[in-house]
């Protein structure tokens, strides 16, 4: 019996690898070796390995700016208790892959940012929404007095993304939670009224 | 005449290359284009493009930790400003290269981290050095009374350090210095007594 190649398990096949190793440490052949298909049927689906990725990050970006929305305006908290839900909520998705393959998006800024591809503009559009999204919340939780009022909120929204960004990087090299426990610690810490 | 190939130049170019565009995504063949030496001269000074990453690491290495050295016991400034010292300096030498290219060591910990070779672990004992020296700085500036004492002087070294990472990772996708500028203005607020 011929097998019948699902659309979404290669996609997610390849959202793993490349969050693993990287984007360009991800041969074609190995995609098709690991989802078990032909090339013919890998070039059924996809035009290349651009159009390959750009999906898998279409896919990955849609349902991690789902999940941001759905927990920085979720009315039962406070602005400043949803920032922290949402940094906690990926801390634990990270340490449920035992810390070993971090954010696709925060990999392939730093593997193609700086590079003008398709991939890489994808990337900072994404990056972009979800920044957007942590600064409404941010604005808010300075109206209710919770968050400082010493810098904007987009400032404190860029600091508190790249922080937790480069606490990822640390965590992926050393496959340990720890730089992300230190991020929540500090950082909320900081932007906290005391 | 026949040419000399410098192993200095060579390393040079390489470590260019692997900060502009990464460590896979740079090939053998590409690094002899640049420059100009044929297979043969670059397997006389290098076995493999591993052994060629790994000594490309090893000077880069060295030249930074030496620059982060006299920085951070610099006795002529106290300890709150010699970070705020060492931070300006990468700023300026990144703003100097148009915010292309990003640290090497960050950018290899984020292709390679996780994966188990050689320059992986090259890459995180340069950081452990790095790290070290930071956490010694800081220790002075809270006994001195200008840093805060919330937390231990590792844990604080590791959130600059872990922070300005990220901010570079945006920095290189946007070639851009704001998140440079933004990690200055809100991590050292946030570790000053006021």
Not at 110 to 128: D, I, P, R, V, W
Not at 165 to 186: C, V
Request: proline share 2%.
């Amino acid at each position: 019996m011929k097998r019948k190649h699902d659309i979404g398990d290669i996609l997610q096949n390849g959202q793993e690898l490349f969050r693993k190793q990287g984007y360009h440490n991800t041969g074609i052949e190995e995609i098709l070796r690991v989802c078990k298909i032909p090339k013919g049927s890998f070039y059924n689906f996809f035009t290349s390995k651009e159009d390959f990725g750009l999906r898998v990050l279409e896919i990955y970006s849609e349902k991690l700016c789902t999940m941001i929305e759905q927990t920085l305006t979720d009315a039962t908290m406070t602005p400043l208790r949803r920032l922290q839900k949402f940094y906690t909520t990926i801390t634990s998705m990270s340490e449920s892959e035992n810390c070993k393959n971090g954010c696709l998006l925060a990999n392939l800024t730093q593997e193609l940012g700086g590079t003008n591809n398709q991939m890489s503009l994808a990337t900072k559009k994404t990056f972009e929404r979800w920044i957007s999204l942590l600064a409404t919340c941010v604005a808010e939780g300075q109206e209710k007095g919770e968050i400082i009022d010493d810098y904007s909120a987009e400032e404190i929204a860029n600091f508190l993304h790249n922080s937790f960004n480069g606490a990822l990087l640390r965590m992926k090299a050393g496959q340990d939670a720890k730089p992300l426990h230190l991020f929540h610690k500090i950082a909320f810490s900081s932007i906290s009224l005391k």
